[in-house]
């Protein structure tokens, strides 16, 4: 697979950009930018803004105010701009009535293929998706999973240079779920331009570049991952489990919890090594290094998302 050469994307650039429905801000003063064949992830709670972006970005969508840059082009609603991007949504984009053949023609069709050329582009698509047995059969005989690869592919049909993922894992199961991150493998290869939201944090940690977290349609913090622990993720910590609570309490490097040591390192495996030949009875013995999903935590809350 290869970027469509008809459209040089530099890259996408977003500055200010701004959009409410009725007295909700969703969108407030987004700014970032995506280098060519680069993978960015937005990564936030439910509501924080992330599709509602997505829609800003292919032209679903006109922004309250800020400009949105694709190329050399700064109006996406422009056919031009639409037909270098590929949109997967996350609610499923595809027709029940027809194959999953039919849909991938249908939406070739959208994009000016034709003739053996839309033959091509669907029979590698079939293919991409994993699809080419069930190419014959009605969308409403697929499976969730096969669903969602089909969205993925009727996205890529037209070989688009910039794709857009919308939570394209939601609610597939595990197999599916892997071969849709071995797609995306393959687009980062052919190094499309990829803007991929999710709310998952190993899928941002396994697929993106860079992160943005985003919360209240605003961006707390944006880096690479391993950027974004070392600035947000806190310490490492060693835990221990006590089979028994320990005499002499003075002496731990930490405070108990019940039967729980935890407590900050900097050189955790020296200080592990010391708590195990302590002499003390130990059931377990941990540790644990920040990762993203400290980081997303500590910046957005605990609090139960239900909106």
Known sequence: MRAADSWEVQMIRVRGLRKAYASRQVVDGLSFELAQGETFGLLGPNGAGKTTTIHLLCGLLRPDAGCIAVGHEEDPTRPAVRRCMGLAPQALALYEELTGAENLAFFGKLYGLSGAKLRARVAWALDFAGLSDRADQLLRTYSGGMQ????????????????????????????????????????????????????????????????????????????????????????????????????????????????????????????????????????????????????????????????
């Open 148 to 307: 969602r690869r089909l969205n993925l592919a009727c996205a890529l049909v037209h070989e688009p240079a910039v794709v857009l993922l919308d939570e394209p894992t939601a609610g597939v199961d595990p197999q599916s779920r892997n071969h849709i991150f071995e797609c995306i493998a393959r687009l980062k290869q052919a190094h499309l331009t990829i803007l991929y939201t999710t709310h998952y944090m190993e899928e941002a940690a396994r697929v993106c570049d860079r992160v943005a977290i985003l919360d209240q349609g605003r961006i707390l913090a944006l880096d690479t991952v391993d950027g974004l622990i070392a600035q947000h993720g806190g310490p490492t910590e060693v835990v221990a489990e006590f089979a028994c609570a320990p005499k002499d309490l003075a002496k731990l490097p930490g405070k108990l919890e019940g039967l729980t040591l935890r407590f900050a390192s900097t050189q955790p495996h020296v200080d592990a090594a010391r708590l195990a030949q302590s002499g003390y009875a130990l059931t377990s013995l941990q540790i644990r290094r920040p990762d993203l999903e400290h980081v997303f935590l500590a910046l957005t809350g605990r609090r139960l998302r239900d909106e």
